[in-house]
């Protein structure tokens, strides 16, 4: 994910600004670059790689200047290139941006700038900000910001700098982090605390809609509207590790936290402003394609695999197009019926996994679409698509997925009632009661983290245990499967997740004595078959904890000995809630029993191998 640095005092700022860059690598990234003030004006060295490239280069041509501001790119619009890579400029060349977020309207705004004379060079949402101030500019830097702010949708977060008003440096924050640190003689800001703790301990934490004025001397905070506002100055007292932590004692458990922003961020700006439609521009597959299609395949590994039997029935209920699913190790060799009138879609959080790019080229090699749904942006599934959903869950750094994985969520739900709108396969009231239920549920998301004690109890109980169950029907037994492996994974407890009507088919000897069983129950329409199934487990012993839609809890409390309430949302959506009480359970398991929580043992982030 983006990472911001900036600095006006009176040190040499290209360190500074390098150093903190160094802080926010943990954040991944796959370019950089700095704009400093020096002794010719505001200039800017930027490359795309790791900031050793950028290093490599400032050894040569090094900035020197006491104001600037550093970026690291995590690529959203345009791939990784020196020419996308921030800060971003406009045609003068005297003012300078880094930016972290989206600007949804950017199309609109490029092409009105266009039409006014503006050249652009990159293809970056970002580029536009800095023709916008520029454009906006009438002899102060902080209105033509405010005015520049109030034309721009989406979730950003800024810092400017001209070379009209050298003395200033100007930050914004919209829906994006954005913190500035207060030094002596010497001011910062940074999109996360560890870029400036180094030099300072006392920050404000900035809201949407505030900006703050740096100078050398002090900061002013103010309103996007131009109100000026106070604040209390936060003094951080964590460590380095821990504030790259955001305080959270794992990434993992920081990922998790970060689930709202997430389904915040993947559905912006594509998602119509009456709520009524879905509408991804970015796919470049047309009606006549869409209508055309007879099949789809989604082919994936691991936990982007489980988000593609939720994708399964997505597509299949909003499209009426029947849908395969595949573990991608599996695909090719099972030769599989692949049509030009098949659409496959690869699921992968890293884009890199072997597997899944080798499905990808299977079903290309055999004439089909290819649409990727990834986090990487310049990934290799990515560039090897015809089409790309990028989930927006920023970079997933603990080895087991969790944001990436509810982020494919909302990608399926997204793509599904696209499909729905080009075929006309589900009417429009239908659509738009699940648009507004999916914008309800990053809060319902908080709503469960509030609820983490309850579940760090269930966990450390469950994790004096050899063996457990997930049980589930429908949508709840994908959920059910990715419970299962998250608890694998990190807690190293066998477990198993089964179609809860199916254990009577062979595995309820298994069913023992105070065994702790799972039931995930949210589907209303199968509410008695689960119950009945919980009741053959809970007749061999087993100890059942129930997870159920809240107003169900009286029902189901009955067959259960325990029960979590997840706030009640459409049938289709509830795996974006009911998975993560599962992955706050392995969570607190893992943690209970003193593994390694961010690195599972035999366990890659990437896997690109076959
Ligand atoms: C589990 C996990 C793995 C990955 C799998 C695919 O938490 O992370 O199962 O989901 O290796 O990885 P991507 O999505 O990068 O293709």
């Not at 400032?58 to 995590?74: F, M, Y």
């Not at 912006?268 to 439609?277: E, F």
Request: proline share 3%; with cysteine; charged share 25%.
């Amino acid at each position: 994910m983006c990472g911001i640095v900036g600095y006006i005092g009176k040190r040499d700022s290209q360190d500074i600004l390098i150093e903190g860059l160094k802080k926010l690598e943990y954040r991944g990234y796959d370019s950089a670059g700095i704009a400093v003030f020096t002794a010719n004006g505001l200039e800017i060295s930027k490359s795309k790689g790791r900031l050793a490239v950028l290093e490599d280069k400032l050894r040569d041509e090094p900035l020197a200047g006491s104001v600037g501001i550093g970026h690291t790119r995590w690529a959203t619009h345009g791939k990784p290139s020196d020419v996308n890579s921030h800060p971003h400029t406009d045609n003068s060349a005297k003012f300078s941006v880094v930016h972290n977020g989206i600007v949804e309207n950017y199309l609109d705004l490029k092409d009105e700038l266009t039409a006014k004379g503006h050249v652009f060079v990159s293809e970056t949402d970002t580029e536009v900000i800095s023709h916008l101030v520029a454009d906006e500019y009438d002899g102060n830097i902080v209105e033509a910001v405010q005015r520049a702010v109030k034309r721009m949708r989406g979730a950003f977060a800024l810092g400017v700098l001209t070379e009209f008003e050298p003395e200033k440096l100007v930050a914004v924050r919209f829906a994006s982090p954005l913190v500035i640190g207060i030094g002596e003689g010497e001011n910062f800001i940074g999109s996360d605390i560890p870029a400036i703790l180094e030099h300072t301990r006392n920050v404000y934490i900035l809201n949407d809609g505030e900006m703050a004025v740096l100078t050398r001397d002090g900061v002013e905070l103010m309103t996007t509207e131009g109100e000026f506002i106070s604040k209390e100055i936060y003094h951080v007292d964590w460590d380095l590790v821990t504030a790259e932590k955001a305080g959270f004692d794992h990434f993992m458990l920081k990922e998790i936290y970060e689930q709202p922003k997430a389904y915040r961020d993947t559905m912006l700006g594509r998602i119509a402003d009456d709520g009524k439609s879905v509408d991804l521009k970015e796919l470049t597959m047309d009606a006549d394609y869409i209508k055309s299609i007879r099949k789809v395949h989604i082919v994936a590994c691991g936990t982007a695999y489980h988000a593609g039997m939720v994708g399964k029935t997505v597509i299949e209920s909003l499209a009426r197009i029947p849908v395969e699913t595949d573990v991608a190790s599996e695909y090719r060799y099972r030769s599989p019926i692949i049509t030009p009138d098949t659409l496959v879609i690869v699921v992968s959080q890293s884009g890199e996994t072997a597997d899944t790019l080798a499905a990808l080229r299977e079903a290309k090699r055999n004439g089909a679409r290819v649409l990727a749904i990834t986090n990487v942006v310049g990934s290799s599934v990515a560039r090897e698509a015809d089409d790309v959903l990028v989930t927006w869950a920023g970079p997933e750094i603990a080895v087991a997925s969790t944001k990436a994985y509810t982020s494919q969520l909302i990608a399926f739900y997204l793509f599904g009632l696209h499909l729905a709108g080009v075929l006309g396969t589900k009417a429009e009231a239908e659509v738009a009661a699940l648009i507004s239920a999916m914008h309800e549920l990053p809060e319902q998301v908080e709503a469960i983290l509030e609820q983490s004690a309850v579940l760090k109890q269930v966990a450390e109980s469950i994790s004096s245990h050899k063996n457990l169950f997930f049980i589930g029907r429908g949508v709840d037994y994908a959920v059910a499967q990715e419970g299962s492996l998250k608890l694998k994974e990190i807690s190293y407890i066998h477990s198993e997740a089964y179609a809860a009507g199916e254990l009577k088919h062979g595995t309820l000897a298994l069913i023992e004595d105070n065994i702790p069983v799972i039931a995930l129950v949210t589907q209303e329409e199968l509410y008695e078959k689960t119950l009945s199934n919980i009741k053959e487990v809970k007749a061999r012993g087993a100890h059942v904890l129930g997870i159920a839609n809240a107003g169900s809890e009286v029902e189901v409390s009955k067959s259960v000995d325990e029960l979590f309430a997840i706030p009640k949302t459409l049938p289709l959506l509830s795996p974006a809630l009911s998975v993560v009480p599962l992955q706050l359970i392995s969570y607190y398991a893992s943690l209970a029993l003193g593994h390694d929580v961010d690195k599972p043992r035999n366990l890659a982030k990437s896997v690109t191998v076959e």
